[in-house]
């Protein structure tokens, strides 16, 4: 059904587009003599007032001919150049307000029924980042970003990304019912190519009703914890989720029925490693974090940066999470961190109660200096004889000085074809030489759903929908426009650019959550086109409206021999765009 729907919604948004052209061509005298969806041969279509309505055998768009669309001949009544500036400049901006039409009028709608969003709900942030140094944590709900509301996690992650480099930003946030006002600057992150501040959308657990897992559990199978774990909060879901990786024999489920009465259930891992569920070959180490960048709080006279945490109450520590972990099982208890100093001296800290969320906020552990490596229990790594706390040398004879020297080498290693690797083991000087397959590490799978936590937001009152509606659209408006300096700009690098691969990829994936989600999208989309098609590039709309613009203001037309130069460029600029943002997809598809 979502394949449909995707292609009857990219069906639809040519069907405005052009339409908006056909009919603003009607208004002004033009007559219109094809109107197609489709580019190519013609598959199928009808005759209705003189134009030809057809479908034609490429998909990769639509457009509208008209009459006398060639300037070099003699124009006549319905042509194209026979129309004046104004009415030709009706006529090119036709589609461009059409787009525009179409996302003021759809949206608040949308909002009178309720239109659901992933919830603004942080469900974690990373150690040292922008968002960490603010101070704030998960399960804080975002209200509001340079004192636009936000409705939905995108309007984080779009306010963030499309912020003025080197500006700060005023976030308000919802803590335990209370307002808080944080003041943070995001970071350029160059892998991703936009700036960001270190947050990631919340996300609900539960069993698939029709699992075996679920059936084992009966009545109890509304699940509440993962081993130990409580999943009441964004911070206890990830903490479940991470703990079902770690290579662990068994874990152990609790699950709740509908009188609220409580009972765990424990199963063993080696029965629910699936055989199909695809997973890539890979070596199974992660660099150890950790090493201690910023201590506040209880943390502060105790621990300072460079420190090395190394294990909590005598069990091995790889990672932040393993210490929120410990916290949050053994509750209201002093904990005793092992701690290694720059100068490689062992001591034993003492940590008053706290709880994981204060945990977070005064402590950030990031990946050591020293690249040493948490070994995965269940990886090829592990089983060549690979263990936590190894430094890796060398990589097939390269260099590994960071993370990503390792994954290069493992990029450009033929699958099934081993990696001669130096390492040196922990506690150990002397290098030694081990060769590892990558493999991929079994996965589990028992019937686990992870979705984005939602929110839905409806507007009672058809006024307030009016409202939200034309805040949405006109914020929409602004995103495209700002994107497209960003990028112009590199504030936003190309690489997230996208073509209709992009689209029909997301399309989909917003057909499938339903109705109001897909015409959400597609007002977005709409507005894309319509920004897109304004810009003053020749052989786009905005072109053509410039050149009608100029004749208005000037009084005279664009020579023919100009307009040839500039349609020309044009036509080689968008194919241009066409062949990079295609690559971008097919590279996304490939990743």
Known sequence: MSVILTIFGIGLLLVIHEGGHYF????????????????GPRLFGWQRNGTDFRVSLLPLGGYVQVSGDDPTRPPRPGDLFYA???????????????????????????????????????????????????????????????????????HISSGIALAQRGASLDIVVKRDGERVSLNLLP??????????IGVSPAYDLSLAPDSDIAKSMGEYSQLVAINGLEIINALG????????????????????????????????????????????????????????????????????????????????????????????????ETLTLSVVDTQNNLRQVSVPPTTAHQLLQDLALVPNDNMSFYVHPQSAAFAAGLRTGCSILRANDVAIQKMSDLRSVIGNNADGQSISFTV????????????????????LDFGLML??????????????????????????????????????????????????????????????????????????????????NFIPIPALDGGHILFALYEIVSGRKVSIAVQNIFQIIGVVLVLSLLIFVTSNDIQRLLN
């Open 24 to 39: 603003a061509a009607r208004a002004v005298g033009i007559r219109v003599k094809v109107f197609a969806i489709g580019f």
């Open 84 to 154: 004046g500036a104004k009415q030709r400049l009706l006529f090119y901006a036709g589609g461009i307000m059409a787009n525009f039409l179409f996302a003021f009028l759809i949206i608040p709608v949308l909002f009178f029924v309720g239109v659901p969003f992933a919830s603004p709900t942080v469900g974690s942030v990373s150690p040292d980042s922008p968002a960490w140094n603010a101070g704030m944590l998960p399960d804080d709900v975002v209200l509001s970003i340079n004192e636009r509301e936000v409705h939905g996690f995108r």
């Open 187 to 196: 970071q350029f992150d160059e892998e991703k190519g936009f700036s960001t």
């Open 237 to 332: 879901s990830q903490l479940a989720l991470l703990s079902l990786g770690d290579g662990r024999s068994d874990f152990v489920l609790s699950g709740m029925n509908a009188d609220n009465q409580r009972r765990d259930f424990s199963f063993q891992s080696s029965d629910y490693v699936s055989s199909t569920l695809a997973a890539p070959a890979q070596l199974g180490v992660t660099v150890l974090a950790q090493q201690v960048a910023g201590a506040r709080g209880i943390f502060s006279e105790t621990l300072v940066a460079g420190d090395k945490v190394i294990a909590i109450n005598g069990h091995p520590l790889s990672k932040q999470s393993d210490l929120l972990e410990a916290i949050s099982i053994t509750g209201p």
């Open 424 to 443: 040196l083991q922990n506690g150990s000087d002397k290098p030694t030489e081990i060769d590892v397959t990558p493999a991929a590490i079994p996965q």
């Open 451 to 532: 979705t984005v936590k939602s929110a839905t937001v409806v507007a009672r009152h058809p006024l307030h929908a009016i409202s939200l509606g034309f805040r949405e659209a006109k914020a929409m408006v602004s995103e495209v426009a700002t994107t497209a300096k960003r990028l112009f700009t590199g504030e936003v690098a190309s690489k997230n650019m996208g073509g209709i691969i992009s689209i029909g990829v997301m399309t989909n994936t917003f057909a499938s959550q339903g109705l109001v989600s897909l015409f959400f999208f597609l007002c977005l989309i709409s507005v894309n086109l319509g920004v897109l």
